[in-house]
């Protein structure tokens, strides 16, 4: 017997959206140690609801890189063989082959990480059953079931006044970024660095391996945003098919990224470090943006995903090997026209007086390729100079890239504000 | 015409927290001729040069209209007025890609541009066009507070 649905929210109610809302905001952007025994508990409750008996094997891993190579080591371990051999047998086919310092460490501490605390439970128990994921029974289904019961449930105005709140915030500014960044660099990263002998065949299959992992996870407090949705519909509105979630949610609000076997299951912990801009977007200026326990960074300006150069030390040399332009022009604003000008050692034009501004002076670099080469790419870099001198004796100069077709600083200005010159000609005040 | 960062501020009454050292004295000059404030600048129409459309028009009072917000340190260019009949449309269309609405402010009206970083720009009697400043990067881009 359907209940009536609910077609608006009462206002004690509405009142609980902004608490809600915050305290899932917090569980998302949470850069406290995972709290264990709750996320196990958690994983336990989300699998007894998808009609699977809980994992008896729990290994714990640092990041979300450090999740992905471990869930490829368990999904591709050959079968029918116990303990120790196991390991070497794999190392020695795949895992041995990846060269390369970082890759070296990483895949070391991850197979060490992972071979001790499995040897130590009850593998040869499980052992055949471990290479299921089981992320389609434990997720896909339950979710998809719970979804279409809560809307059925729920009037369409009172999902979009719920929906929303979180997820922009945590997926779109941090969760996703990381989803990117795990998939984008592990694809790189072993691409780039599995060397000597090994044919393309095999480091082909290794790098698609773990990254096939990227999809295969449930990301735990990045997905804050729709679990606190039906954690809302379940507590606040008692729609009783979103509590099937419970358990899901448990693990989002003490975890990181987590990998769901038959048998087993891999849980990550969450960041150390997470630093955003005053739009919260990943941004900071002298380290990484977003970092786990094992060192694991994002290195981020304003929201886009950089080298971590760009952001520790920028140079114009690095800033023209880099073929990536929104990288560029991040490094570029870290490191500052000012910077660039000088160590690209730029010709500038003898300077003029800007107009209207007292004590200012403009000028105005040669043609660089710094956004492409072509003629039609090529931009000159203004540069306004304060007439005030500060401390030290320097005077801080500002720059903004102009087409190269325009030839003098004062042109160079009018055309930034789209006036014609002999209107920024009389220009009356600058403040 | 002019008035002084202290008086406006009095007049205004804003609760806008200035970042930059303005002395209480610091003149105000009220002007008909082009301005800038940052990247934002502020344009008798008729050496504007382009004609840009303009949408429906809004009453500027000393609430504020916001102009535009900046980036990073999302913090707004706002106009004030206590004057009757100063208006502000936004642009709809603008071929250069930088003008974001047209300010009226009739005869014997003062109108004023505020910025936490840049203080007050005093605009008198005329129509002017209020734009953005661009950059050429791989593509024009709009320069970020």
Redesign the interface.
Known sequence: MPKTKVDRLTQAQEAQLAPWRDMWLNHGLSTQPADRPRAEAGVAKAYREAGLEPPRIIVWLDSPLAGCIGAAMLANLPGGQVGGQVWDQVRGQVWGQVRGQVRDQVWGQVRDQVRDQVRDQVWGQVRDQVRDQVRDQVWDQVWGQVRDQVRGQVGGQVWGQVGGQVWGQVWGQVGGQVWGQVGGQVGGQVRDQVRGQVGGQVRDQVRDQVRDQVSKALYGQHEAGYLSFYDYMHRIVGIAAAARLEGIGEVAQSAGWWWPFKGAVILTERPTVLHR???HRLHCEDGPALAYPDGWPIYAW?GTRVPDWAVTGPTADLIHAEPN?EIR?CAIERLGWDGYIAQADLQLSAPVDDP?NPGQQLRLSQPIGI??TRRD?L?RVLLCTNGTVERGGIRRRFG????ATITDPVSAAAW?????V???M?????? | MSTTFAALKERFNTTTEFVGEFAADLDIPVLTGPQCQGDVSVCPASLYGAKPTFGDAVAVTGAGVEVIRGGAMNNAHTLRSLDAGVMWRPVLFSDEGVALGELTVPAGAQCFLEHPEHGFNGVAAGTYVIGHQREQAEAVRMVAD
């Open positions: 801009d005053a739009e304003h332009i022009r209207g956004f492409g790419e931009v903004l890239t102009v087409p930034s504000y789209g006036w014609p002999h209107t920024y009389q220009l009356q005040r600058r403040t």
